[in-house]
């Protein structure tokens, strides 16, 4: 296959039958700047600063959380962005004018990346995984299908985050319909969670109850191959490269600040990735920008390098699978450091905390919902039901789709709880257990 850039930076929204609703005028933002506009506007995006990044219920206030991470890598993004404009302008002299806007798809996609990461980091994914796996009786109850199961033994945010960016038919949770081409960016895993791939490397990108959608912007953008699969946006590896690049050099300063590590052995760290061990006088936040630079250096050098096997729909590995070797050494070193960080001891206890609090919620709310799927009538449920389905939804929502069948409400379930904020998490846990 040869992927064509004219549909891989398609503007169009699923269910638009056209790519602007009017024509588009010098003074009006591009689809792709309205795209920002939703995502920074939007509050799943909000509640990401109270959501953990790393170091959970960190003393200082400048440690990390997950939108300040993923600001940074849309900024990190954004860099990549503009260097790919450049690179494509030059291989594609005759088409300049179609890549003014990469640099933005890649920022939407990096500033979405996280956005359907539940409460508690990594920790609250896996805490939902194994809480549903021990107790599927109780969630599944016989009455959803083998894709809604796949889905929610192996909930994984990064499809939680495409169900959010890619549909608007409930803004409840935020579902904001981005662009095809700002989709296509962020889905670094194109496929569902029934694939072999999912089962191999516990990733993908996508849940059953969005795989029409997509399907539709993968044809739209050309992406699907012959024998059905899809193959990666070529914007997608700048995301994740963006990704990689800050969630590994800023989770080392975090563990500086936090004294997990010496300030020294991180800085030359950053030093050694940035070719530059004479500067060892700078303060750190310098060493970590002149990192920084040279990954973004290292990183377009591997997507030139590769583009055909890019644009061929070949190329699966990101990035930073074909580092030189004076970055993969690094790299690899940051991996043995993490080993420190995430058995450090603080961490250790509140992610046993975490799967307590997650299981308690669900619990609560399946055992609510259950009740008002068997008896069709708010009124008719027991207090206890009443007051969980109170904490969630409205009672003109719960009206409104007192109808659905228990499979849609365990979606909204899920949609409630990946959405909590730690602290959120945490209060409702408390008020479900009695403790006021």
């Keep these: 296959m040869q992927l064509d850039w004219e549909q891989l930076l398609s503007p169009r929204r699923v269910g638009r039958q056209s790519a602007a609703a009017t024509p588009a005028q010098p003074q009006q ?67 300049r004018r179609l890549f003014d806007d990469v640099a ?21 994914e896996f805490a939902i995984r194994d809480w549903v796996t021990k107790h599927q009786h109780l969630v599944f109850a016989n009455r959803v299908d083998d894709a809604t199961r796949t889905d929610l033994l192996l909930f994984e945010g990064n499809a939680q985050g495409f169900r959010l960016a890619a549909r608007d038919d409930n803004p409840k949770y935020g579902y904001m319909r981005l662009t095809s081409a700002s989709l296509g960016a962020m889905i670094k895993y194109p496929w569902l969670s029934g694939d072999e791939r999912a089962q191999q490397k516990k990733k993908y990108n996508i849940f059953a109850s969005e795989a029409e959608i997509f399907l539709t912007i993968s044809t739209t953008m050309g ?20 990704d990689d690049i800050c969630y590994r050099l800023l989770d080392m300063e975090d563990a500086v600040s936090m004294r997990i ?17 004479a500067t060892s006088d700078i303060p750190i936040a310098k060493a970590r920008g002149l990192a920084i630079k040279a990954l973004i250096d290292e990183c377009m050098a591997v997507f030139a390098a590769d583009y055909t096997a890019i644009m061929t729909g070949q190329r699966q590995h990101d990035l930073k699978h074909d580092f030189s070797p004076r970055f993969a ?43 008002l799927c068997d008896k069709g009538d708010y009124d008719a449920l027991e207090f206890i039901a009443r007051r969980c389905l109170d904490i969630a939804w409205s009672r003109e929502y719960i009206s409104a789709n007192i109808g659905r069948d228990y499979q849609w409400w365990l979606r909204q379930i899920f949609d409630f709880v990946s959405g909590l904020t730690d602290n959120y998490a945490m209060q409702i846990s408390r008020e479900i257990e009695g403790v006021l």
Aim: hydrophobic residues 40%; proline residues 5%.
């Design 223 to 242: 992406l699907r191959r012959a024998n059905g699969s899809v193959a990666r946006h070529p914007l997608s590896f700048l995301t994740e490269a963006a």
């Design 329 to 371: 050494a690094a790299f690899a070193e940051i991996g043995q450091m993490y080993d420190v960080i995430f058995s450090h001891r603080g961490k250790l206890g509140y992610e046993i905390g975490a799967y307590k609090i997650v299981g308690r919620i669900i619990k609560a709310f399946v055992l609510a919902v259950q009740s």
């Design 29 to 95: 933002r591009s689809e792709f700047e309205a795209d920002y506009d939703r995502v920074v506007f939007c509050e799943p995006f909000r509640r990401l600063a109270r959501k953990t990044q790393v170091h959970p219920l960190a003393p200082n206030d400048h440690i990390h959380n997950r939108l300040i991470h993923s600001i940074e890598v849309g900024s990190v993004g954004r860099s990549l962005g503009k260097r790919a404009q450049y690179l494509l302008q030059q291989r594609h002299p005759q088409q």
């Design 104 to 124: 933005q798809i890649v920022q939407v996609g990096c500033l979405v990346h996280d956005i359907g990461n539940p409460p508690f980091g990594h920790a609250g």
């Design 261 to 277: 590590f010496a300030e020294a052995p991180v800085k030359e760290l950053f030093l050694r990735l940035a070719g530059n061990a």
